[in-house]
DNA sequence: CTCCACATGTAAAAGGTTACATGATTAG
DNA sequence: CTAATCATGTAACCTTTTACATGTGGAG
């Protein structure tokens, strides 16, 4: 049992592991809708490859719609043997990582002595705007997860996410405060509430 | 002006614009201690990788202790041109992405329909103790960072760390909660508080 | 008729990690 | 004396993205 894929070959067989099949184009546009809140989206050619890999293992099949179809495509589905993988490597995870976090707009605060003050403001409060997006986004999926018993789970990382997005929030408004306090700058354009 | 090195380079810089010269090595202890945080820690070849292209773009300059110290290293130290580069870089970024969190205790949540609650629960334990350990780290980071003119923007970087991870605390407490609710499964070993 | 979504894939390049190799200094 | 820390680097390998190439079907 080759144990040792890593997490983005997990993933994309995790995907196919809740019920029905589904074509790599389709995972590619769940993955963007739900696992990128809390896992990231592999890139399309990137599915299309980790398909292949899981296929040549056995954890997943494939049927080709050839002459039948008028619109040629490749739908996969997980074998038992990729049901049994799975569910090993979910049964297994003490000492994972810690969780990897790259946030653009934090490295640009870090190195705020380069930038101007009302510059990095700016960048702040897009990124807020933005969050706010995707915390729509999250609560769409989670609707349409909504009361669908197989989901269960997935429904849980999406509530996570949907806290997660709200935290960053008030995370972000906490920094705006943070950044009008630094010392040697001027009042600039954020009117001192209160 | 090559503008378009990966984000990497400009955090290996970025971390040499700060009062001082130093070593790779030392580098990488930086970065572990409070680049992480917020943008994780590069391998330290390839700190090292960084650094020689930083150099050869003239963002760098090295001084190699050669005979007369003892034990030999090479120092580095931000060149005027790598502080402009840097701010220019630092002044741009409108229309940053969105910050990737690659989250492997979530991604298996996600994934819980295939393993024992218990499991589940265990994992996101231990997801929890390692998270306050790393409060406690950020909170000495904070400290001596304290009251260093220079050390600002860091400082509020840190901040901002300190305050997500005690929300990454709080989500993994309210999802332990939406684990235990989840239906279909015995009471399990978690006393129902109340 | 044109644009967009569907659908799949290849190839090159970049980014990044791990393992390996080496050696000095310091703390216990 | 031994282990850990300091210190640097190479090479192989894997992961992942980008750009490219191709073609169908439906909506306006």
Not at 36 to 58: D, M
Not at 75 to 87: F, P, Q
Not at 160 to 173: D, G, I, Q, T
């Amino acid at each position: 049992m080759a144990d040792d894929l890593p997490p983005t070959a997990w993933a994309v067989l995790g995907l196919l592991s809740f019920p029905g099949e589904r074509t790599g184009y389709e995972l590619k546009k769940w993955a963007d809708a739900s696992l990128r809140f809390f896992y990231w989206s592999p890139a399309i050619s990137q599915i299309y490859a980790e398909l292949r890999r899981l296929e040549s293992l056995g954890y997943v099949t494939s049927l080709h719609s050839g002459a039948e179809e008028p619109r040629a495509k490749r739908t996969y589905a997980i074998t038992e043997e990729g049901r049994g993988a799975l569910a090993v490597w979910a049964g297994g995870g003490q000492g994972l990582g810690a969780p990897v976090l790259k946030h653009p707009v934090l490295l640009r605060v870090w190195l705020g002595h380069l930038a101007a003050p009302e510059h990095l403001r700016g960048l702040v409060t897009e990124h807020v705007a933005r969050t706010k997006g995707e915390l729509k986004e999250v609560r769409d999926a989670l609707g349409r997860a909504d009361g669908v018993e197989a989901w269960a789970h997935p429904q849980i990382a999406l509530r996570w996410s949907e806290r997660r997005l709200a935290a960053e929030v008030e995370l972000a408004e906490a920094m705006l405060d943070d950044l009008d306090a630094v010392p040697g700058q001027p009042p600039g354009n954020s009117p001192t509430q209160g």
